[in-house]
T-cell receptor, first 112, second 109 residues
Framework: EAQVTQNPRYLITVTGKKLTVTCSQN?????MSWYRQDPGLGLRQIYY???????DKGDVPEGYKVSRKEKRNFPLILESPSPNQTSLYFC???????????FGSGTRLTVV | DQQVKQNSPSLSVQEGRISILNCDYT??????FLWYKKYPAEGPTFLIS?????DKNEDGRFTVFLNKSAKHLSLHIVPSQPGDSAVYFC????????FGKGTRLHILP
C-alpha cells in the first residue's frame, strides 16, 4: 500500500530534550515536506525537500532541522524542544510539482 | 502576510444541497491550486487540483473553479453528503505548497 509513515503518533517530552520524528514514504516520491497544524493557523510548512540532499526552509523553520540522505526518509529533528513547538505535525510527499501531496497520519507532540 | 486565505472558518449545508467553499490568493505566480480534505485524527487527503491555465476541473461530485483575474478559487460539492463533513484546506503551489487556514464543513441531515 502506498503510504507515508511517520513515527511516533504521540510524543510527550520535556523542554530541551532532543527528539526526532521519523517520516518514510514508499512511493519513490521526490518531494517531501513537514508541516505543523495549530488551531486558527492551519497548516504551516516547516521544511521541504525537492530531492536527496536538497532541502529548504518553509515558513516556520526556526527550532527545527531536517535531513534527506535517502529518497524515502525525511526525519524532523528538534534539537532543543520548547513548549511553543507543541503541535500536530504532518509529513507529506509528492511525485512532482503538479501532484497533490500524500500526508502521513500525523504526530501529536507535547513539550512540557 | 497570508498568501492563501479562506475567510470562512466554518460552513453548514443541508444534505443534498450544494456546498461552496471559497479561497482567495495574493501571489500571481502560483501555478497550481489544490484542495485537501481532513478528518479528525487523520492526515489531509488530496481531493482535487487545477492548473492556472484552466478555469474549471471536475471530478465526480467535486468541481473546482479558478478565476485568475480575481485571484479566487472555489470548490463545489454537489450533492453534499454526510461523509463530506470535514475540514477543507485550499492550497497553492509554486515550489512549495502554501495552505489556507481551512474551512470546517458541516453537512446537516
Amino acid at each position: 500500500e502506498a503510504q507515508v509513515t511517520q513515527n511516533p503518533r504521540y510524543l510527550i517530552t520535556v523542554t530541551g530534550k532532543k527528539l526526532t520524528v521519523t517520516c518514510s514514504q514508499n512511493m519513490n516520491h521526490e518531494y517531501m515536506s513537514w508541516y505543523r497544524q495549530d488551531p486558527g493557523l492551519g497548516l504551516r510548512q516547516i521544511y521541504y525537500s525537492m530531492n536527496v540532499e536538497v532541502t529548504d526552509k518553509g515558513d516556520v523553520p526556526e527550532g527545527y532541522k531536517v535531513s534527506r540522505k535517502e529518497k524515502r526518509n525525511f526525519p524532523l529533528i528538534l534539537e532543543s524542544p520548547s513548549p511553543n513547538q507543541t503541535s500536530l505535525y504532518f509529513c507529506a510527499s509528492s511525485r512532482d510539482r503538479s501532484y497533490g501531496y500524500t500526508f502521513g497520519s500525523g504526530t501529536r507532540l507535547t513539550v512540557v | 502576510d497570508q498568501q492563501v486565505k479562506q475567510n470562512s472558518p466554518s460552513l453548514s449545508v443541508q444534505e443534498g444541497r450544494i456546498s461552496i467553499l471559497n479561497c482567495d490568493y495574493t501571489n500571481s505566480m502560483f501555478d497550481y491550486f489544490l484542495w485537501y480534505k481532513k478528518y479528525p485524527a487523520e492526515g489531509p487527503t488530496f481531493l482535487i487540483s487545477i492548473s492556472s491555465i484552466k478555469d474549471k476541473n471536475e471530478d465526480g461530485r467535486f468541481t473546482v473553479f479558478l478565476n485568475k483575474s480575481a485571484k479566487h478559487l472555489s470548490l463545489h460539492i454537489v450533492p453534499s453528503q454526510p461523509g463530506d463533513s470535514a475540514v477543507y484546506f485550499c492550497a497553492a503551489r509554486d515550489d512549495k505548497i502554501i495552505f489556507g487556514k481551512g474551512t470546517r464543513l458541516h453537512i446537516l441531515p
